[in-house]
C-alpha cells in the first residue's frame, strides 16, 4: 500500500545555507525534500532552478522531489535531470497539449513523474494523465495558490483528495500548502500520503516533533 513520505518545503529554509537546512531535516525525520522551482511568469514569484539543485545534490543522497511551477516545463527536464532531481512535478496548466512526451521524456531521465493541480484546476483534468500509457506516479493537489509559502490551507480541496483515492487506491497523493499540526487530520483522512509542509516545519523550535506528528497522521 502507499506510505507516508513527509517533505520539507525547502521554500521556508535558508538558502544561503541549503546544505545544512537540507541535512537538519534529513535529520529530523524528513523522507524527502521538497524544492519549489518557480520561473516568474507561471506563478508571481522567482525562486531556483536547476544549478541549484545540482549543487545542493553534490551535499546529499536525498529524494529531491522537485515542483516545477513553470510555464514551459519541458524545457526544465533535461537539465534538472541531469542536474540530480528525484521526482518531476509539472502542473497540468501548464502541459495541455505535449503531457504525454512530458511523462516519457522525465523518465527517460530517471526521474519521476507527477502532476500538480492549480486550486481552480477540475480534479478530472488529471485522470488522463493517471490512466495514460505511461502515466505519471504522483498527483499533487495544492492547497493554497502556487507562488508562495506561509499561506492558508484550502479544506475544500479535500474533495479532491478523496476522489482520488478512492479511483486510485495506490497512487502516490500530495499535498501541499499549508499543511501543519492543525491541517494534517483533514489531508490524512481524505488519503494523502506525501505531505509538504513548509512554515510549519520551518517555523517550529522543534522540526523533528511536527515532522513526527505529520507522520503519524498519515500512518494511522
Ligand atoms: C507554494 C509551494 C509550497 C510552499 C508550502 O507555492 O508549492 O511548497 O513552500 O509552504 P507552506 O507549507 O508554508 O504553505
Ligand atoms: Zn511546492
Known amino acids: ?3 507516508a513520505k513527509i517533505a520539507p518545503s525547502m521554500l521556508s529554509s535558508d538558502f544561503a545555507n541549503l546544505a545544512s537546512e537540507a541535512q537538519r531535516m534529513l535529520n529530523s525525520g524528513a523522507d524527502w525534500l521538497h524544492m519549489d522551482i518557480m520561473d516568474g511568469h507561471f506563478v508571481p514569484n522567482l525562486t531556483i532552478g536547476a544549478p541549484v539543485i545540482e549543487s545542493l545534490r553534490k551535499h546529499t543522497k536525498a529524494y529531491l522531489d522537485c515542483h516545477l511551477m513553470v510555464t514551459n516545463p519541458i524545457d526544465y527536464v533535461e537539465p534538472m535531470g541531469k542536474a540530480g532531481a528525484s521526482g518531476f ?6 502541459s495541455k497539449d505535449n503531457w504525454q512526451e512530458l511523462i516519457q521524456r522525465i523518465k527517460s531521465l530517471g526521474m519521476r513523474p507527477g502532476v500538480a493541480l492549480k486550486p481552480g484546476t477540475p480534479i478530472g483534468d488529471v485522470f488522463p494523465l493517471v490512466e495514460a500509457e505511461t502515466p505519471v506516479e504522483m498527483v499533487l493537489v495544492m492547497t493554497v495558490a502556487p507562488g508562495f509559502g506561509g499561506q492558508k490551507f484550502m479544506p475544500e480541496m479535500m474533495d479532491k483528495v478523496r476522489i482520488l483515492r478512492k479511483k486510485y487506491p495506490s497512487l502516490d497523493i500530495e499535498v501541499d500548502g499549508g499543511l501543519g ?3 494534517i487530520e483533514m489531508a490524512a483522512s ?4 506525501c505531505v509538504v509542509a513548509g512554515s510549519s516545519v520551518f517555523g517550529a523550535p522543534e522540526p523533528a516533533e511536527v515532522i513526527s506528528l505529520l ?4 500512518q494511522k
Request: cysteine-free.
Open 1 to 3: 500500500e502507499v506510505t
Open 89 to 94: 512535478t509539472f502542473h497540468v496548466e501548464a
Open 181 to 183: 499540526p492543525s491541517t
Open 190 to 193: 481524505a488519503g494523502a500520503n
Open 215 to 218: 507522520r503519524n497522521s498519515v
